[in-house]
């Protein structure tokens, strides 16, 4: 099967919903795909808007959702606040490294999730879809300031 564009993936998303694909939403998509860091609904929004594009921040909140169901972008995580989301269509699998000083963030996967995850299936009967990890910690820089401090 070709590649499809996360255009092409989310128009045949919304059909099979008996959903309409709007210019709306599907500027919305373009912007988030040309993001490639996580972000959140009040960052898109500002962006959006500073590139003269018209659409409501409801909008970008209905979308959300039905861009998760439709496995594109995934909800990452929660700071203050805000939800964070990165797109994951075409990209592999991976876990999240979060400094709680800096904020910094490092991704990463490892090949012994896999293993993990079939264990835990066969433990516990389920079938696994996927996983989310984020280990929050201090980076080797802030650690460095603390112990300089």
Known sequence: ??????????????KNQGMRYTPEREAIIKE?????????VDGLYISMRRKGLRVSKASIY??????????LI??????????????IYGHEHHCHLRCKECKKIEEFSDPRLKDLEKELSERFGY??????????????????KEDSA
């Open 127 to 144: 079938k696994i879809l996927t996983h989310k990890l984020q280990v929050i910690g201090i980076c080797s820089k802030c650690q460095a």
């Open 32 to 40: 988030i795909f040309s993001i490639h860091d996580h972000f959140d």
């Open 62 to 71: 209905r979308l959300i959702p039905l861009l998760i169901e439709a496995n």
């Open 74 to 87: 995934a909800e990452v995580f929660f700071d203050k606040g805000q939800t964070y989301y990165e797109h």
């Open 1 to 14: 099967m070709a590649f499809q564009s996360e255009l092409e993936v989310f128009r045949k998303f919304l």
